[in-house]
């Protein structure tokens, strides 16, 4: 089959056409990729801040058709249209019986590339070709477990629904399901690629009465502001904490830090107010370090810091949820989606986005 690999060597992917890919076994989807997303975890990949093994075929915001099943499989069938989620909760783990899907235990086990078993579907002259995030969007098909393919119905257009694989979730996620935003809150977002954008949008539909942002590129913080932001920071020539307590009186009940940078973790937390929720979205290096002081923090001042992962999303709830909200017109994907281009021009994609341009690109396979 086609795909964008990575090789151990780093970039540019190169598109090849010798990966093989196996049937898929008990339990597991066949789908051939229609569209996928172009996300920042995919670029922290492709530059080595979050390294993973190699030969790898990234992405992970895919949706597409229904190839074949395995046996037992039971949701799908051929020809049905499925949008893929990166994180497929089991249901029945510790985690999941918590409900914390997030986390869940079999779902995280995949990430790494392979199944459970440590093995994957994909391979090139025989030798192991991993996935990223258990998924391998870029490349035309991918075996993913069932519950990793959610059905949607037969008029969903993929090349737009495939943004709720990734950034809807995690956006929308984190207000609604991890932080819980109450309706009348005030709401802070740092950051504003397609995960930003979409925890604008989460804070809107959860009814907050003031939404600030804040971004150094002016044509995200305009963008913003068409999505529902109220208020606009460029951290480039304001204090945005200053800024921040001017215009509520006193701190944000919520600050989301969607641009995976630990010094503005730093400054979320001096952005909220007393008993108010810090909730980390972006993947930080993991080199990056948060400093603390816990009596002011957390003794004195009862802040919360949280992390979000996939926006503790359960795909299978949640996927059809967004995908109505959608439908009803109260959520935007077509205006996220800045870029559509074919998988060819996967590199011209990660150019854009490391140079700021659009908010999303979806990649898609003719």
């Known amino acids: 089959m086609r795909a964008a690999l990575l090789e151990p060597t780093g970039r540019p992917l190169t598109i090849v056409s010798d990966i093989d890919i196996a049937d898929p076994g008990p339990g597991e989807v066949l789908v051939k990729v229609h569209a996928c997303g172009v996300c920042h975890s995919d670029l922290s990949n492709v530059n080595g801040t979050f390294p993973v093994p190699g030969p790898i075929v990234l992405g992970h915001e895919a949706a597409g058709v229904v190839e074949a099943v395995g046996a037992g499989v039971t949701s799908v069938k051929p020809n049905d249209r499925v949008i893929i989620s990166p994180i497929a909760t089991c249901g029945h783990c510790y985690t999941c019986l918590r409900g914390d899907f997030g986390v869940c235990e079999q779902a995280m086990a995949v990430t790494s590339g392979t199944f459970i078993d440590g093995s994957s579907p994909l391979s090139r002259s025989g030798n192991t070709v991993y996935r990223g995030l258990g998924v391998g969007g870029f490349g035309e098909y991918a075996v993913v477990r069932e519950a990793a393919a959610v ?29 819980k935003v109450t309706p009348g809150s005030t709401v802070l977002v740092m950051g504003l690629g397609g995960v930003g954008i979409a925890i604008v949008q989460g804070a809107r539909l959860a009814g907050a009465s003031r939404i600030i942002v804040s971004d150094p590129l002016s044509a995200r913080r305009d963008a913003a502001q068409n999505f529902g932001a109220t208020d606009a920071i460029d951290p480039t020539s304001e204090d945005v904490v200053g800024r921040v307590l001017e215009i509520t009186g006193g701190g944000v009940d919520y600050a989301f830090e969607a641009a995976g940078k630990g010094a503005l973790v730093d400054q979320a937390i001096w952005t ?40 503790s999303s359960n795909s299978r709830r949640d996927i059809p949820l967004l995908l109505g909200l959608w439908r009803s017109g109260r959520l935007d994907f077509e205006s996220m989606i800045t870029k559509e281009r074919p998988i060819t021009e996967v590199n011209e994609a990660f150019e854009d986005m490391e140079a700021g341009l659009g908010l999303r690109t979806v990649l898609t396979f003719n």
């Open 151 to 179: 059905k949607v119905a037969s008029d969903t257009p993929l090349e737009i629904a495939c943004v709720i694989g990734c950034s809807i979730q995690t956006g929308v996620g984190a207000v609604i399901r991890t932080a």
């Open 272 to 311: 909220t107010r007393p008993g108010g929720m810090i909730v980390m979205v972006g993947a930080a290096p993991i080199t990056d370090a948060v400093t603390i002081n816990p009596a002011v923090v957390f003794m004195a001042s009862e802040k919360k810091l949280v992390g979000s992962f996939l926006g």
